[in-house]
């Protein structure tokens, strides 16, 4: 069942291992197959390194196990969260990324202060409030993907332009078009983090404010790039280009 989804999902976690987003057991990428609703997550409690395609667990958008010898991963109620509300991805990431996750940590959005950032988010990468009591004693995970839906739904935030969130005292979860791309963005996430800190770090009269004529033109040239790159035939269109 879904073999080519499990493997893509395969190589999608294996991904966070190579870009150093995930460490022990941490971390999850996870696929869905739309026309069947049916979701590919990493097992829960194992390393990547010691897995294989054949130990990934298919659930349905209720959560019930229909396929795989192992249990899903623990953050799966949190993907069917976002599955649910988010109908145009197909892919999910979630780590536990240095710099995304100290500004996590701290609450704080990420702002956007160069073209990096623009090519890939539409503005500010928004952080979650945090959860109330009654949210972490009870459906915890469930409640992890209901406050991220509810801060795109308040702030009318669109999950195609903003395809990443940092969830208060938590960590980022990226989404894409299919695995990998969950997982390309999540890279790009740790890079503009790592580089607003440390711009944010910086004496107030140094940290220049992004042009909104400048973020606009770059993530527009980017989106119109990807539309291009999917009417295309004959073009290999990369997340990663960049001028």
Request: proline share 5%; aromatic share 8%; glycine share 8%.
């Amino acid at each position: 069942m879904l073999e080519q989804l499990k493997r893509d999902v395969y190589e999608a976690n294996k991904l966070l291992s190579k870009h150093r987003l995930s460490s022990f057991i941490w971390g999850n990428v996870s696929g869905i197959d739309r026309k069947h609703g049916l979701i590919v997550l990493k097992p829960t409690g194992m390393s990547i390194s010691d897995i294989t395609p054949d130990d990934m667990v298919v659930v349905n958008l209720n959560g019930k196990r229909m396929e795989g010898k192992h249990l899903p991963s623990a953050d799966t109620l949190t993907h069917i969260e976002l599955y649910r509300s988010f109908p145009l991805i197909n892919g999910i990431s979630h780590s536990h990324a240095r710099w995304c996750t100290i500004f996590a940590q701290m609450g704080l959005g990420i702002p956007a202060l160069g073209t990096t950032h623009a090519d890939y988010f539409h503005g500010e990468i928004p952080c979650t409030r945090k959860l109330r009591a009654y949210e972490i004693r009870g459906d915890y995970e469930r409640e992890t993907g209901s406050v991220i839906v509810e801060r795109f739904q308040r702030g009318k935030i669109s999950p195609e332009e903003m395809p990443g969130i940092l969830v208060c005292n938590h960590g980022p979860y990226t989404w894409g078009r299919t695995p990998s791309e969950a997982v390309n963005n999540s890279v790009v996430m740790e890079e503009v983090a790592f580089m607003a800190w440390h711009c944010m770090a910086l004496p107030d009269r140094y940290l220049v404010p992004m042009q909104k004529d400048l973020l606009e033109r770059h993530y527009s040239r980017r989106k119109r790039g990807r539309i291009e790159s999917d009417d295309s035939t004959d073009r290999d269109f990369s997340p990663y280009e960049q001028d």
